[in-house]
């Protein structure tokens, strides 16, 4: 058998130097790591702070909209028919834009939307008349306790008559569920 011949120093000092070299690099590898796991559970700790953080603010709220819930129960009214709804709502416009000495020149009913929490009738309406009256009118219909809603607006002057503006407005109304679908939810 051969014997393996020994080790020179610079030969040893090369594989000291390997293996020094080698730890380093390895602790620069696990270091790395372990900041990025760092960083990570501190970006997890944020945004469970900032959870708690709303869920508080949340629950130091609970009263006021128990309060709010409990006043939607009472006054939003319920939709019985879509078609008394459109109905009563294209009325109570008509008649309160005349109220205004507003004229109406074109209505449009629309389809209702049905949500999970409410019921939506709408209607567009194309008026005639000062811009002061037709603004003091959408004023005095979207009330809170109309549960009235304008969802688009288009205001343009009228070519005929200068002191008058011409508006299409889409009106809708929010109804509460009837009492029978809402006890199914």
């Known amino acids: 058998m051969q014997e393996v011949p020994s080790m020179k120093a610079s030969e040893r ?3 000291m130097i390997l293996v020094v070299l080698a730890a380093v690099c390895a602790g620069v590898v696990l270091t790395q790591r372990l900041l990025r796991l760092q960083h990570g559970i501190e970006r997890r ?11 508080q603010a949340l629950l130091a709220e609970t009263d006021l909209w ?3 819930l409990e006043w939607l129960q009472v006054t939003q ?8 709804a459109s109905q009563e709502l294209l009325e109570g416009l008509l008649t309160s834009a005349a109220s205004q000495g507003l004229v109406v020149q074109k209505k449009q009913l629309h389809e209702p939307v ?11 309406l194309t008026v ?13 219909i979207l ?5 009235c809603v304008v969802t688009e607006l288009k205001v343009v002057p009228d070519g005929a008559d200068p002191a008058s503006v011409i508006a299409i407005i889409h009106f809708s109304r929010l ?4 009492i029978a679908e809402s006890s199914k939810l």
């Open 77 to 84: 009214p319920p939709m019985t028919s879509e078609n008394d």
């Open 114 to 124: 049905s949500e999970k929490f409410y019921r939506e009738v709408g209607v567009t």
């Open 175 to 178: 109804h509460a569920l009837a």
């Open 66 to 68: 128990q309060q709010r």
């Open 45 to 55: 700790e944020q945004t469970l702070e900032l959870r708690q953080m709303e869920a």
């Open 128 to 140: 005639k008349g000062g811009l002061p009256s037709v603004f003091r009118w959408m004023h005095q």
């Open 143 to 147: 009330s809170p306790e109309s549960f």
């Open 13 to 15: 000092r090369l594989i």
